[in-house]
Every structure is written in C-alpha cells, then in structure tokens.
C-alpha cells in the first residue's frame, strides 16, 4: 500500500473549516481508499502547536487525541539518526526557506521512499515530492 506523508498545512487546513483550502483537503482524505497516511512526531507538534496558537488548547487536544487515535494515519518517530540528517539537510540546503520541521519531513520521505505529500506548502515541489491534493 502505498503511503503519503502529510504536512502540517494540510492538517491545519482540516482543523480550519474557515481555511480556503478546508474542503478540497477533507474531500481528498474522505476519498482515500488505498493510501496509508503518515504524521511524523515534528508535525504533530507543529500541527497541535499552530492549532493552540490560533484556536487554543481545546481545539489542539481534540486534534491531538485524533490524530493520535487513528486508524487510517500512522505516527512516524524521527530517530536520533534522523534527527542528524534532519542537520546535515538543513545545512545543505541553507538557500531555501525549510524550517527544521520542513527538513525532518524530508529526511523521512526520503527514508520511507514516499514521493506524495498531502501538503499546501510549495517547499515539497522544491523538494521533487509530488504534492497533493
């Protein structure tokens, strides 16, 4: 089964009814059949982060426990090896704009060989990553 990592742009997108891009990301993820969704642990923080942030703390716990608790979206840990490539691709790549957590999603597709992502942020077509919706 294939696998898609997902972007903390498109999960705030979904925790956003007001978001301009709420629908088209819902209708993709209610449409899923064959795909296994993949959450590293930086995007949950950052996720459940920006969600606080912007909603508060209700909000963030019940997409926490969502997210947490599903069945169709598998939590990835980054690993200390991880977290040193995370570094070594953030220095490498210093001319673009990726944050850390930009980086460690990288680092992890490139890992798991998933070439999808369910993300907004055009820093994965920067990335060669096939972005969807």
Known sequence: M???LVDTSALYALADAEDPD???VAD???GIKDATLIVTDYILGETLTLIKFRF?????IEMGKKL???HFCTLVHIDPQDEAQTWETLKKHHDKLWSYTDCS???IMQKLGITQALALDHHFD???M????
């Open 130 to 133: 096939q972005r969807l919706p």
């Open 56 to 60: 508060g703390s209700q909000p963030a």
């Open 126 to 128: 920067q990335m060669g």
């Open 22 to 24: 709420h629908q088209a």
């Open 2 to 4: 294939r696998q898609i």
């Open 28 to 30: 993709f993820v209610r």
């Open 68 to 70: 947490r608790a599903s």
């Open 105 to 107: 999603t990288f680092v």
